[in-house]
Structure formats: structure tokens, C-alpha cells
């Protein structure tokens, strides 16, 4: 049964940084897609970072590149977001995803199987 379990979420001041972890189960993180979406207040899901099942390779949304860093602990079975000189346009639930079929990786939400539960980032300005 696979599962993923989101924490590291909080306020933060705009300029400030935090780390995402998401522990995932039931299956291994190498050679299957993961990453991260975000929900904006009255928004939708917007995809963030991605670790492609196709080699590994890290791919950022455009809004993010340079500021945030994806990375995974295989022992660990755990993908961490990294996030740095948070603005308020970051505000709202992170969400890490999986899927054990996907090639590569996708910025489409549908596509996606395994969802965790979210975690609440509040940037305040």
C-alpha cells in the first residue's frame, strides 16, 4: 500500500526558507517518479519539482528554478523540497506525489496516482 506523509510546513517571513519532507511506503523511490505540487488559496495544483523515473533528473516549474531544490534519501525513502527566499506568491499546500508507472515525469496533475495529505506554507510579507 503505498503512502505518502508530508511535514515540514509552517510561516515563515517572506525571504525566509523552509524544507519539505515526504516519507513515502509501499514501494521504492528509485526508478519511480515523485515531486511536489502546490495549491494557491482558491487556486489549483500547479505542479513545483519533479524526479523523473527516467535517470533521476530534478525539473523545476519556472517560478521555482533557483530557488527551490528537490532532492531524495533512498534509505530514507524520503524526497525532500527544499525551499529558499520564499515570497508570498508561495503560500499554500505543498503536496508530494508518486506513481509507479509514469516515464519521466509530468507537470499535469491527473496524471499523477499517489497523493499525500499536504502541507500549509504561509509566507507572510
Known amino acids: 500500500q503505498v503512502q505518502l506523509v508530508e511535514s515540514g510546513g509552517g510561516l515563515v517571513q517572506a525571504g525566509g526558507s523552509l524544507k519539505l519532507s515526504c516519507v513515502a511506503s509501499g514501494f521504492d523511490l528509485d526508478g519511480n517518479a515523485v515531486g511536489w505540487f502546490h495549491q494557491a488559496p482558491g487556486k489549483t495544483r500547479d505542479g513545483v519539482s519533479f524526479i523523473s523515473s527516467a535517470g533521476g533528473s530534478a525539473v523545476y516549474a519556472t517560478a521555482v528554478k533557483g530557488r527551490f531544490t528537490i532532492s531524495r534519501d533512498l534509505a530514507k525513502s524520503t524526497v525532500y523540497l527544499e525551499m529558499n527566499n520564499l515570497q508570498p506568491e508561495d503560500t499554500g499546500v505543498y503536496y508530494c506525489?508518486?506513481?509507479?508507472?509514469?516515464?519521466?515525469?509530468?507537470?499535469?496533475?491527473?496524471?499523477?496516482?499517489?497523493w499525500g495529505q499536504g502541507t500549509q506554507v504561509t509566507v507572510s510579507s
Open positions: 506525489v508518486a506513481d509507479l508507472e509514469m516515464l519521466g515525469y509530468s507537470f499535469y496533475r491527473g496524471a499523477w496516482t499517489y
